[in-house]
């Protein structure tokens, strides 16, 4: 396999930052809509799953660079992640609960740590970096140890009786979301364009259903949220022009 071909130009600083620029002006439609509501449910569930869409969406189209994809997944799983936090801690009263879910995200920070982060955010299939066969802890004993941690700490969110009674749908909504990841990656091939838009389709859907006040309310973060996944698409789906792209690889 041939050197991959590098870049003569530098995309524009909008380009590189379609997602995070609209994903800025979500978040902020996000809090003006649902504050008046009192109801803190619907922002905890906009904000919560946007991060598997950038998952499928590099997988499934391959035109991203690594580092584009990379940032954005880690700023949308941040926030994920931080919501998460935010309804499971203050009411926390399960021991057993709290040690599944460190031990569920402790797996997957190692296997981060083993695999290197550029081949964590799909180094291999976005910037034609060469195969390897890691042995490593935690692949020595699965071959999608991240995924599987990110299960087992979600997973375990639902063994607190507090947690359970309130969030479970969010919990479960994480638990569709990785697993959806881990039968398109141990599938290996590109998905189809479908993936992405149900995905799409079926995220605004349900986080539409979360809308307190129903009626035109739904159907309002119905077209938001699906305007905002309609970025991420057109962003990742988007091929670069010559010379504009990170990363052009050429097989042999």
């Known amino acids: ?45 906009a904000l919560s799953f946007w ?15 690594v580092e584009r994809f990379r940032l954005d997944a880690m700023v949308t799983r941040s926030v994920a992640l931080t919501v998460l936090a935010l309804v499971y801690l203050p009411g926390l009263s399960s021991l057993l609960s709290l040690v599944v879910v460190a031990c569920g995200f402790a797996l997957n920070a190692s296997a981060v740590m083993a695999l290197g982060s550029k081949r964590t955010y799909y180094g291999f299939e976005l910037d034609a970096l060469p195969p390897v066969h890691v042995t490593r802890f935690p692949y020595s004993v699965t071959a999608h140890p991240m995924l599987l941690g990110n299960l087992i700490g979600f997973g375990g969110t639902l063994l607190d009786p507090a947690f359970r009674q309130d969030w479970w749908p969010l919990a479960v909504l994480h638990l569709v979301g990785n ?57 990742y789906a988007r091929r670069p022009r010559e010379g504009r792209s990170p990363t052009v690889p050429h097989h042999a």
Do not use: Q
Request: net charge positive; with cysteine; aromatic share 12%.
């Open 179 to 235: 697993g959806t990841v881990l039968v398109m990656e141990a599938r290996g091939k590109p998905p189809s364009v479908h993936w992405p838009l149900g995905g799409l389709l079926a995220t605004a859907l349900l986080i539409a259903l979360h809308s307190p006040a129903g009626g035109p309310a739904a159907v309002g973060w119905f077209v938001l949220c699906t305007a905002f996944g309609l970025v991420v698409i057109a962003t």
């Open 51 to 65: 991060n598997y869409l950038i998952y499928v969406a590099a997988f499934a189209f391959r035109a991203v660079s």
């Open 1 to 45: 396999m041939a050197s991959p071909r590098r870049i003569t130009s530098t995309p524009s600083f909008v380009t590189e930052r379609a997602v995070l620029l609209a994903g800025g002006a979500f978040l902020f439609a996000v809090a003006a809509l649902s504050w008046p509501d009192g109801d803190g449910g619907i922002w905890v569930y």
